[in-house]
């Protein structure tokens, strides 16, 4: 039997090249799929010696996916037991002073990215028995942030895809899961917040909410591949964020208005 793949969007950092070296660490062979080349060569480089491939990929565009795809399955031989739709932006701010492209910078790549990568995928998922799609969503998929409208909607969009497939794909034998990140100790968390001199992570740690490391995120997304539940909430703040928004959503509103910001933003973001 050949051995197990797996193909990771957002690989050449972050969570995607912790996710690579820790399927990498069970022996999986590991598509490395990025814009950032630099990136993706740091994160091979970190792998054992033929266990990884690297594609440079916008996941915006439905040739590089075929491609990069076509080439992963040659050295695969045709497996694809995990397509890790993980590739995100996290731009934000004030809904009428967001500028329309950066708009469809987040709806492209978080959430057309996702449904060109599965369509894409498809053949290749159908031909691996117990294969699984993952998706990176986020804690503002549970609840929607101010200042993060946009951001907001593709998780939501996510997490709807996400359940919807699980259902449509299983008589393919083909499951589907997410991860729900909070806060990240990515480099996403140094973007400086529109209308400040503050980065994300200075306002996370202005909140006293926490950050959780890559490694943990990565063993949590090893859990949800090869576990029962749809949604994997990472982190405190996203597991209370699960809680509230399915108990107590009234309350979590008044708390998230609360917390918005002069500047129209909110101190709970997520990813």
């Known amino acids: 039997m050949a051995r197990k793949a797996i193909f990771i969007t957002g690989g050449g950092s972050g969570i995607g090249r912790a996710v690579a070296r820790h399927f990498a660490g069970q022996g999986w062979l590991v598509g490395i799929a990025d814009i950032n080349e630099a990136g993706m060569r740091e ?9 990884s491939t690297t594609h ?14 076509a080439d992963f399955a040659k050295v695969s031989e045709g497996r694809l037991d995990v397509l890790f739709n993980n590739a995100g ?41 117990g294969s699984t799609i993952l998706n ?11 200042g993060l409208s946009v951001y907001s909607a593709t ?16 008589p393919h034998g083909i499951r589907v899961r997410d991860i729900m990140p909070g806060f990240i100790d990515t480099p996403l968390l140094d973007r400086v917040v529109p209308g400040t001199n503050e980065t994300s992570r200075d306002k996370v740690m202005q909140a006293g909410l926490e950050f959780t490391p890559v490694e943990t995120v990565a063993a949590l ?23 509230a928004a399915r108990w107590m959503p009234g309350r979590l509103r008044r708390q998230m208005k609360k917390g918005r910001r002069p500047d129209g933003g ?3 973001l997520g990813r």
């Open 43 to 51: 994160t091979a480089a970190m792998l054992p010696d033929g266990l």
């Open 136 to 146: 990176t969503g986020s804690a503002s998929g549970y609840y929607g942030a101010a």
């Open 56 to 69: 440079r990929l916008d996941v915006r565009d439905r040739d590089h996916w075929a491609a990069a795809l």
């Open 266 to 268: 909110s101190t709970l």
């Open 221 to 243: 997304a090893w859990d949800a591949v090869h576990g029962d539940a749809v949604h994997t909430a990472v982190g405190k703040t996203a597991r209370r964020l699960a809680f």
């Open 89 to 129: 932006v996290g731009l934000g701010g004030p809904i009428d002073d967001f500028p329309a492209t950066d708009s469809d910078t987040v709806i492209d790549i978080n959430l057309k990215g996702v449904i060109n990568g599965i369509q894409a995928a498809m053949p290749l998922l159908k031909a691996t028995p």
């Open 155 to 170: 998780k939501f969009g996510v997490r709807a895809i996400t359940e919807a497939l699980d259902i449509e794909l299983e």
